[in-house]
């Protein structure tokens, strides 16, 4: 079965009506690794955004299934239940409350949702401990209030433990990669490598190519104004380093419906 | 989010909105000399006590209600309250243990989760019961004695230690220091008494569990806590009232002295009922609160959680005259729907070296509005004082409103103040955030404010922290708009 099948989705800016996405057609399976890159603007982040259901925006057309489910139906939060994970571009932070009390939150919300016993404090700290090696996660980090203070490193790091921790079916990576330095970019993309099993789907969006040495796709997709214009292997990726956006966005739109095949096998 | 939602949300009911049935000793609503000589004669007091009354009320009566602080609310009709309501007891002179207390009242505090018996053995807190004007029980009395503390209702405290409350009543907040301290002092019925002699460290929280139950009946209870030289003491008081349309009033006073090394924790989690969704109902909570550190190097420290009541009035302060003398304040007070909150604290340092804390975190959700009014004042004589404000507000939505009044006033020049203060709003981004990673929309604004609260809660006794954190966020549901 197929993990997450987005079919001629739109979706405007509730506010004014703009519309951002103008048919996106889109399927990763279970253990498929999708980079999606664009240039600023082309809809990216809003496709991150509609899929984990943020306010702000409306589905004009098109359907999204995820693991069976009409993903467009449910409130955020249940989403998240089912096991779709935003990695946030901006992290946001949330004074006076412990990365670990939030975590631990958000973990024992998710095992509640899906039959399982929570976790207590105890069992919750072997977990997390384990998981924050996986990151490198400083044990300071886990004490102080979520994203505060963080370095833009730290918030990404604390992104990626995250997600390891909430073990989710889909992991939608939000330009991970934005305001890192190149150590700082190896850390998190290691660790998004260690959560590759075979079975968890991801969605790296990503502005640049150099992110996608670290984190290998299975598929690359071109987004540019709102519509997939292209879809290949890894070598995609390399190929428009090396030719620039622009290479995509003169292609004349009969490769763009092509393309649109593929995406859609 | 949806309308739906927050429709859903705001029908969240207060829990602790039920009357108890139970016989009740009620006097006829209207206030004079007559009603005053009535209450004390009830109360059976001793001349001293009634001259003392009278002299308040004579005073109440040449006194304006004040009107500066930022509330708004239509004329209270003096005449229209009844002064003394009282679940009669079948015992002469009310009961003298915990297995005298009528069971309609012990199961009415088990419903309000202040079961007396199970707290007496389970939690080792001592509890004081006032149930309209008096005390119904006070726990673990015993075993305080042993040590010679002192922890009884006001009115056994009149009877049996009159020298010490001749002495210390009125000492601190006097008689005629404000309209709503004066009417207290005429018509006060009950509350709680504490005394801690010297070198003595309570070994258990000290609690009274305040119940409003009869219709149009006012509350004025009178708390007095003495600590004597280097004697510690922590206290705590709770309060719930049953729903009703119209509002009530609560006008309670509380004086805390604390001679050389004396330190003394109060602590607050107030939750009378605030009324409904549209504003109707309430109780009006005007409440005079101060400490006087007496002594050399005391301590007296304030921390309250204030999520219920229509109305907030109320300043808790610290007198700061003994050398070295430490004051401090912490604050959570919270307006959802249609409440107002007034209140702060007054830093009176008048000592050497003394030195003062005040952290005010103000939450307005709905239409509430949320004032922090607070004044420091560094006496001519108090050579190296020191304080540190902090005001912080937290807004959720766009109908509310919050307001900081700070007043410094320095003679000294050798003071130094520090003050911050900031205002902030509940993000789409932060509930966003939350949302992704699974929680509710009420789990995350619960979890941010419990946050943002987090410096005062964490002043908060353990047990009741928990209970505070969890009212928060029962205060809150329905507010993510």
Known sequence: ?265 | MSDAVLDRLTRQEYPHGFVTDIDTDVIPAGLSEDVVRLISKKKGEPEWLLDWRLKAYRHWLTMEEPKWARVTYPPIDYQKIVYYAAPKSRKEGGPKSLEEVEPELLAMYEKLGVPLKEREILAGVAVDAVIDSVSVATTFKEKLASLGIIFCSFSEAVREHPDLVKKYLGSVVPSSDNFFAALNSAVFSDGSFCFVPKGVRCPMELSTYFRINQADTGQFERTLIVAEQGAVVSYLEGCTAPKRDTNQLHAAVVELVALDDAQIKYSTVQNWYPGDREGKGGIYNFVTKRGKCAGRNSRISWTQVETGSAITWKYPSCILLGDNSVGEFYSVALANNYQQADTGTKMIHIGKNTRSTIVSKGISAGHGQNTYRGGVTIMKNAENARNYSQCDSLLIGDQCGAHTFPYIEVKNSSATLEHEASTSKIGEDQLFYCRQRGLSAEDAVSLIVNGFAKRVLKELPMEFAVEAQKLLGVSLEGSVG
């Open chain 1, 1 to 265: 079965m197929n993990l997450l099948e987005v079919t001629n989705l739109h979706a405007s800016i509730e506010e004014d009506g703009t519309e951002i996405l103008k048919g996106i057609d889109l399927v990763i399976r279970p253990g498929e690794v999708h980079a999606l890159m664009g240039p600023n603007g082309s809809g990216k982040s809003t496709l991150a955004h509609v899929l984990s259901g943020r306010p702000g925006y409306l589905v004009t057309q098109g359907s999204v299934r995820f693991d069976g489910m009409d993903l467009l139906a449910m409130p955020a939060e249940m989403r998240a239940r089912a096991g779709i994970f935003l990695a946030f571009q901006y992290p946001v932070e949330i004074p006076g409350v412990s990365n670990t009390y939030f975590l631990r939150t958000a973990v024992n919300t998710v095992r509640k949702h899906r039959g399982q016993p929570e976790l207590d404090a105890i069992d919750f700290l072997a977990l997390l401990d384990e998981k924050a090696k996986l990151v490198q996660m400083e044990e300071a980090l886990l004490n102080r209030s979520v994203n505060e203070g963080f370095s833009g490193g730290e918030k990404k790091r604390n992104e990626v433990l995250q997600m390891a921790v909430l073990d989710p079916k889909l992991a939608i990576l939000d330009e991970t990669d934005s305001g890192l330095d190149i150590d700082a970019l190896r850390v998190a993309a290691s660790g998004v490598n260690a959560l590759r099993d075979g079975k968890r789907g991801m969605l790296v969006i990503t502005h640049y190519q150099r992110l996608l040495d670290y984190i290998i796709p299975d598929f690359v997709h071109v987004l540019s104004d709102g519509k997939i214009v292209k879809s290949g292997d890894k070598n995609l990726a390399k190929e428009l380093e090396a030719k620039g956006y622009s290479w995509i966005e003169k292609e004349p739109p009969a490769s763009a419906s092509a393309v649109a095949g593929v995406a859609a096998r």
